[in-house]
């Protein structure tokens, strides 16, 4: 196993945080370009290409203990669960701006646990679900400013629906 210092992990995280929060952009332009499914198919096959044989020389006694109905389940697991928020992301983001795009991607975990309360009646201790509730939407406030939540209009709708269920 590679050996990081703390600063490459700080490295590492302050990239990912950039290809996140570029990734409204960037899905924003392409999808002016090219249909959402294109460009879901491309992006999932490039990666696919990327992070399978690293997978399969990394993993090789693991990857091949599993069954085939388990890789198949894994196959439809990916397919719904990444590829499909891949596409609705993209169709979303043809509707809508990024800065929305950005804000209900922000709220997703007050939402995640505003509808396991609803449905699955699973509880947080109250004083931590209102402290995170007030966390979660002071810190979008704070990135994407008030200007973005002032903006939402009607026309803009259909794609933030689409997002919320990515």
């Given at each position: 196993m590679m050996k990081f210092t703390t600063l490459k992990y700080y490295i590492l995280l302050i990239l990912a945080m950039i290809f996140w929060g570029g990734s409204w952009v960037s899905a924003q332009v392409v999808v002016s370009v090219a249909p959402p499914f294109t460009v879901g198919f491309f992006r999932f096959l490039t990666a696919s290409l990327i992070l399978l044989p690293l997978l399969l020389a990394s993993q090789r006694k693991s990857v091949r203990s599993y069954s085939r109905r388990d890789l198949a389940l894994f196959f439809?697991?990916?397919?719904?669960?990444?590829?499909?928020?891949?596409?609705?992301?993209?169709?979303?983001?043809?509707?809508?701006?990024?800065?929305q795009g950005s804000i209900i991607a922000g709220i997703n975990p007050v939402t995640v646990s505003l509808l396991a309360f609803l449905i699955l009646q699973e509880r947080l201790a109250p004083k931590w679900r209102y402290i995170g509730f007030l966390f979660s939407f002071l810190g979008i406030v704070f990135v994407v400013g008030i200007q973005a939540f002032m903006d939402f209009q009607l026309e803009y709708l259909i794609g933030n629906l689409i997002l919320i269920c990515a």
């Amino acid at each position: 196993m590679m050996k990081f210092t703390t600063l490459k992990y700080y490295i590492l995280l302050i990239l990912a945080m950039i290809f996140w929060g570029g990734s409204w952009v960037s899905a924003q332009v392409v999808v002016s370009v090219a249909p959402p499914f294109t460009v879901g198919f491309f992006r999932f096959l490039t990666a696919s290409l990327i992070l399978l044989p690293l997978l399969l020389a990394s993993q090789r006694k693991s990857v091949r203990s599993y069954s085939r109905r388990d890789l198949a389940l894994f196959f439809v697991l990916g397919l719904i669960g990444v590829f499909g928020y891949g596409i609705l992301f993209l169709i979303g983001m043809q509707f809508t701006t990024a800065a929305q795009g950005s804000i209900i991607a922000g709220i997703n975990p007050v939402t995640v646990s505003l509808l396991a309360f609803l449905i699955l009646q699973e509880r947080l201790a109250p004083k931590w679900r209102y402290i995170g509730f007030l966390f979660s939407f002071l810190g979008i406030v704070f990135v994407v400013g008030i200007q973005a939540f002032m903006d939402f209009q009607l026309e803009y709708l259909i794609g933030n629906l689409i997002l919320i269920c990515a």
